[in-house]
């Protein structure tokens, strides 16, 4: 099965960069999509097919994808951001399957 | 604004039977594939199941084929997950999640209903 490995933890100062990274072999083929999930509260996705953005969610989200590693970036980071975030991929070889990445805790120091 | 609402989660032997249900507005409904994905306390996010806007098509993880069914009432615009012979490591929270517009995100998730299987 596909396996995405994320760094268990992440820490940025408030108004500095945060990335995030998401590595499995090819993943540059892939859409990839991120969530943010707060405790005690469901995911929100934060970024879809690898860079786009839904709906409310601000510009400091940013994302991209080549070769073995996808990546999330918080521009300007906030205390609000703190959080859980979580790549995720459709696998459609074989049998539909939907992977998450392990997770990565980001904290706003 | 879509919503999502799970219910039917409590506490459950090993070996029984549970079905939760999850119920949808503020969109339509019947033309949006729906997901299950759990969490074990304290762990990360893990996809359970799919089905197709329509029903037809029907996946699974491998941990759960067999065991849990997804099914679903596009005429009560509500989701489905039948859980048969529930296993401690299926103690988790369940949330239902909307299909997103490529098909391969969730756009949408309910708020989860909590799952624990414990003699």
């Known amino acids: 099965s596909y396996v995405l490995t994320q760094p268990p933890s992440v820490s940025v100062a408030p108004g500095q960069t945060a990335r995030i990274t998401c590595g499995a072999n090819?993943?540059?083929?892939?859409?990839v999509h991120w969530y943010q999930q707060k405790p005690g509260q469901a995911p929100v996705l934060v970024v879809y097919d690898d860079g786009d953005r839904p709906s409310g969610i601000p510009e400091r989200f940013s994302g991209s994808n080549s070769g073995n590693t996808a990546t999330l970036t918080i521009s300007r980071a906030e205390a609000g951001d703190e959080a859980d975030y979580y790549c995720?991929?459709?696998?459609?070889?074989?049998?539909?399957?939907?992977?998450f990445g392990t997770g990565t805790k980001v904290t706003v120091l | 604004q879509v919503q999502l609402v799970e219910s039917g989660g409590g506490v459950v032997q090993p070996g029984r039977s549970l079905r939760l249900s999850c119920a949808a507005s503020g969109f339509t409904f019947s033309s949006y594939g729906m997901h299950w994905v759990r969490q074990a306390p304290g762990k990360g996010l893990e996809w359970v199941s799919v089905i197709s806007y329509d029903g037809s098509n029907k996946y699974y993880v491998d941990s759960v084929r067999g065991r849990f069914t997804v099914s679903r009432d596009n005429s009560k615009n509500t989701l489905y997950l039948q859980m048969n012979s529930l296993r401690a490591e299926d103690t988790a929270v369940y949330y239902c999640a909307k299909e997103g517009p490529s098909g391969g995100e969730f756009d949408f998730w309910g708020q989860g209903t909590l799952v624990t299987v414990s003699s």
């Open positions: 090819n993943i540059g083929i892939k859409s």
């Open positions: 995720q991929v459709w696998d459609n070889s074989g049998d539909q399957s939907f992977v």
